[in-house]
T-cell receptor
């Protein structure tokens, strides 16, 4: 298995632009998590899905952020409009039940 | 606030020495996990200890869990330069929710 796949690996965009991050979880995993990591705030859980259904989105910073999981093999995290304070590394992780999570390589987002 | 708080925030040791990191948490948990993150990479799962276990070993790793004190420790024996990374504890509070701590940055000097 290729592991969790994220794209793009790096994204540089201007303030106000829409940003879409993509994730393909490991086949057979039923939970998917989106995290944001910054030096100041550490690793923050934004949202997680179980069987494609959003279970907890309390970590989503504000309405500019939205996430979808249309099927078991694909999820997106969208920021519209983006702001410089959204600059961070965004990780997607998947797991089977509540056991170990497998993290993707992350997307480094820079908003100028 | 963070469920898990690691201590120390940073640790620097010589190769061959043992490294101990601690994690404290606030609420009841189903299990506790430790992860490693190399610079610029995603987190990698190391070990899971269930709430009814007190100690677990995996290779050079030893994890303890004290639910009465709401704390856990990760011991890495005979450290190597390749162990240089950040280490995070993650607490499973149920309902598929796992919360990561603030991390300990370990540097192993060759």
């Amino acid at each position: 298995d290729a592991g969790v796949i994220q794209s793009p690996r790096h994204e540089v965009t201007e303030m106000g632009q829409e940003v879409t991050l993509r994730c393909k979880p490991i086949s057979g995993h039923n939970s998917l998590f989106w995290y944001r990591q910054t030096m100041m705030r550490g690793l923050e859980l934004l949202i997680y899905f179980n069987n494609n259904v959003p279970i907890d989105d309390s970590g989503m910073p504000e309405d500019r952020f939205s996430a979808k999981m249309p099927n078991a093999s694909f999820s997106t995290l969208k920021i519209q409009p983006s702001e410089p304070r959204d600059s961070a590394v965004y990780f997607c992780a998947s797991s089977y039940s509540r056991y170990e999570q497998y993290f993707g390589p992350g997307t480094r987002l820079t908003v100028t | 606030s963070q469920q898990g708080e690691e201590d120390p925030q940073a640790l620097s040791i010589q190769e061959g020495e043992n490294a101990t990191m601690n994690c404290s948490y606030k609420t009841s948990i189903n299990n506790l996990q430790w992860y490693r993150q190399n610079s610029g990479r995603g987190l990698v799962h190391l070990i899971l200890i269930r709430s009814n276990e007190r100690e677990k070993h995996s290779g050079r790793l030893r994890v303890t869990l004290d639910t009465s004190k709401k704390s856990s420790s990760l011991l890495i024996t005979a450290s190597r330069a390749a162990d240089t990374a950040s280490y995070f504890c993650a607490t499973d509070e149920g309902y598929q929710k796992v919360t990561f701590g603030t991390g300990t940055k370990l540097q192993v000097i060759p």
